[in-house]
């Protein structure tokens, strides 16, 4: 035999085993890729995409018209887009900002008014999806709602009369006694109905004091502000 022909034989033998040994290694390769696919399939959504949380009034609150604080929750970091509008549609913008923390003072608003806020998660020049929420405005400062036996106190308004509103689903018997700064008795009322309003727009401006009580001779003091 020629050596031509042995040179021919070495060649054919040597492909057949390359050819062998790739085909054992795709076996080896594939399903590796695959596990790889199925890995990023399972990755969890980036914190970009987690929804804030509106914390601070909360949905419908009555909050006095000065000094308006409020704050949220971001998941993703503080860097925050933050918008104000009088209507949920957002169409005319009151206030269109981005913030670096999770809080925002309003020096101001119109007293009497509902405002609705949303704000959103702000990453590499894309924000995420927005989070709503909306509260109300009023002239009398009641630091938090009084709310005594089931007699809820709310500051509130309709049209343009300032009104203290009175909630007492439970139809209670009380009475409200209501005195300014030089304890001069401004008001005073025996409730039993489930719904009473004082209206407070004619009122001097400043600090008043009210006191709750009932029957059993149980009595309850609230301070507010007319501003």
């Known amino acids: 035999m020629s050596v031509n022909c042995h040179i021919f034989i070495l060649l054919l033998i040597c492909k057949f085993i ?50 308006i604080y409020l704050t949220w929750e971001n998941p993703c970091g503080i860097v925050s887009k933050f918008q104000m509008a009088e209507n949920s549609d957002f169409q005319k913008v009151l206030i269109d900002t981005i913030l670096n923390n999770n809080s925002l003072t309003i020096p101001e608003l119109e007293k009497h008014r509902e405002y609705h806020w949303r704000v ?19 002239s009398i400062q009641l630091d ?42 401004i008001s005073q009322k025996c409730i039993k109905q489930e719904k009473f309003a004082f209206r407070t727009e004619s009122w001097p401006r400043g600090m008043y004091k009210l006191i709750l009580s009932f029957p059993d001779d149980s009595s309850h003091t609230k301070y507010f502000v007319l501003k």
């Open 120 to 138: 959103s998660n702000v990453s590499e020049q894309e924000h995420g999806t927005f989070s709503e929420s909306f509260f109300k405005t009023s």
């Open 18 to 67: 390359l050819i062998n040994d790739v085909n054992s290694q795709s076996d080896t390769i594939l399903p590796q890729v695959l596990q790889l696919s199925q890995l990023f399939e399972n990755v969890e959504p980036k914190k970009c995409e987690q929804r804030i949380t509106c914390k601070l009034p909360t949905e419908n609150q009555v909050v006095h018209y000065k000094n």
């Open 144 to 185: 938090e709602n009084y709310n005594q036996n089931s007699v809820e106190f709310i500051p509130t308004w309709i049209g343009n009369n300032e009104i203290l509103y009175v909630s007492n689903p439970k139809k209670i018997d009380c009475r409200i006694k209501i005195f300014d700064e030089k304890e001069m008795m």
